[in-house]
């Protein structure tokens, strides 16, 4: 039985696959070694994966997460994974290759994250072949849920937002000048702070303002890092990530705009890596 995490800042997904193809999902919070040690790491899946996986028999652990972008950051998840589950091989990649592998499959093609966070590459069917800094929540993160958050925290501060939006912003989330700025400033994964008014934004994405702030969001997205990707133009361009999924709508105008081709828009990589784990148990016990 192997153990598959998918992890982003938010939440993390984990799914055991025996050799029958049987599996179970335990889900729990998100994961990012940029702004967590191995201990955080390690109380996570102490409190909240072991209680649910007592009775598993785990031969390897394929960890994808928000963050693994270096030995050092993917040390400190693998050295928490060794810790929970002594003995057993851990292999820990970003997840970025994980939505390279549900996207496109053994097909070349532009994988890309719109969730808390974002990242994109041009990926050749096997491997990725490049890749365009991320740049992180402070000076990146275009597309994502925490930059979208970003622009409508800072209309909302400059007081450059309709009164009705301002006035329904304040009573729902009793927003304080000092509770967002403690909030950005003061806690350890802000992007998460500020992707939690992505769904206001949606609810309320008809409005001219918040309208024009989501597609700018996207149009950045694709200015800085979809039209750097070698034949961006007639590769097929896939998504994956809740902000991708629920405003596709207006990410599919910026994409016309842009010449690109969509191919697949999926809320989670689970089932793809699922699929690809699935066939990679077989080939090890053909």
């Known amino acids: 039985m192997i153990l598959i995490a998918d992890s982003g800042s938010t939440k993390t997904d984990w799914r055991t696959i025996d050799a029958d193809n049987q599996y179970e999902q335990v889900t729990t919070t998100g994961i990012n070694p940029q702004y967590l040690d191995t201990e955080k790491i390690y109380s996570i899946f102490e409190t909240e994966l072991l209680p649910h996986l007592k009775e598993r028999n785990i031969s390897a652990i394929y ?68 890749n365009v800094t991320s740049l992180g929540f402070l000076m990146g993160d275009e597309g994502s849920g925490a930059y979208l958050g970003k622009l409508l925290i800072k209309a909302y501060m400059y007081r450059e937002l309709p009164e009705e939006l301002a006035t329904s912003l304040t009573n729902r989330y009793n927003l304080t000048k000092n509770g967002i700025l403690d909030a950005v400033y003061g806690s350890d994964i802000p992007s998460q702070y500020l992707a939690t008014f992505a769904k206001f934004m949606h609810e309320k994405r008809k409005n001219p303002v918040i309208k024009e702030m989501i597609y700018e969001n ?29 405003f596709a709508d207006t990410l599919k105008l910026v994409a016309k705009k842009y010449g690109c081709h969509i191919g697949v828009i999926i809320s989670s990589p689970s089932e793809g890596l699922i699929k690809y784990h699935q066939e990679l148990l077989k080939m090890q016990n053909a």
């Open 218 to 246: 996207f149009e950045e997205f694709f200015e800085r890092h979809v039209s750097k990707y070698e034949g961006f133009g007639e590769l097929p361009v896939n998504f994956v990530g809740s902000i991708a999924f629920h």
């Open 63 to 130: 960890y994808y997460g928000a963050g693994c972008s270096s030995p050092d950051r993917n040390r400190r998840v693998e050295d928490a994974l060794s810790r929970a589950f002594p003995g057993v091989p851990n292999y820990v990649d970003h997840d970025l290759l994980a939505a390279a592998r549900a996207l496109c499959g053994h097909k070349p093609g532009i994988a890309c994250i719109l969730g808390t966070g974002s990242n994109s590459c041009l990926y050749d069917g096997k491997n990725i072949i490049d």
